[in-house]
């Protein structure tokens, strides 16, 4: 648990769990509003495309339904997506996304694989990170909050609290 005292008796206790959300939560907001304050200096930005379309077109071959969450599982897949992500930055995109969209718990759930859900996720950023390095220029790199629902469909099948639920707990 942590604790939180002012002095005054307006003390709070966190669980851990508790506690690494409140920070997410004021991490997200700072990072948030630091992004602002950058695109804001450009009005207009050049993004990248489509990125599982742009995968399979390079030769990805999807375990069903996980499309570009298998080359982020798949370590020797990893090199697909940096390629893209280059590939769009040298086509001139000023900002690219993270290719982790399809990385959703109720998917990865159904091909026995939510152990990957984290690491699939935090290398959607690096591998990003990797391809902006390696070209040397200065590009934004968005992360991706996906559905945690199905993709192609208008009818509304969560609430935000089913939505939180799906990335918090499985």
Same mark, same amino acid.
């Given at each position: ?15 851990? %769990? %508790? ?14 509003? &630091? ?11 050049? +993004? ?7 995968? +399979?077109?390079?030769?990805?071959? $999807?375990? *069903? #339904? ?11 897949? &990893? ?12 086509? *001139?995109?000023?900002?690219?996304? @993270? @290719? ?9 759930? %159904?091909?026995?694989? +939510? &152990?990957?859900?984290?690491? =699939?996720?935090?290398?959607?950023? +690096?591998? #990003?990170?990797? #391809?902006?390095? &390696? ?6 790199? =968005?992360?991706?909050? $996906? ?24």
């Amino acid at each position: 648990y942590v604790y939180f005292g002012n002095g005054k008796g307006n003390n709070s206790t966190y669980s851990y %769990q %508790q506690w690494k959300n409140m920070c997410f939560h004021w991490l997200s907001y700072i990072v948030f509003v &630091n992004f602002l304050i950058i695109f804001k200096k450009n009005k207009k930005y050049i +993004l990248d495309g489509g990125g599982g379309q742009t995968l +399979l077109e390079m030769g990805l071959r $999807p375990e *069903g #339904a996980l499309w570009s969450a298998t080359a982020l599982i798949n370590k020797n897949l &990893n090199s697909l997506v940096v390629n893209m992500h280059t590939d769009f930055i040298n086509a *001139g995109s000023e900002l690219i996304v @993270t @290719t982790n969209f399809s990385v959703r718990k109720k998917r990865l759930i %159904q091909y026995n694989k +939510l &152990n990957y859900f984290e690491e =699939a996720t935090n290398s959607a950023a +690096l591998l #990003a990170k990797k #391809a902006k390095e &390696n070209t040397g220029k200065n590009v934004l790199i =968005a992360g991706s909050i $996906p559905t945690q629902g199905i993709v192609y469909s208008a009818e509304i099948i969560t609430n935000d609290k089913e939505t939180y639920s799906g990335f918090y707990e499985t």
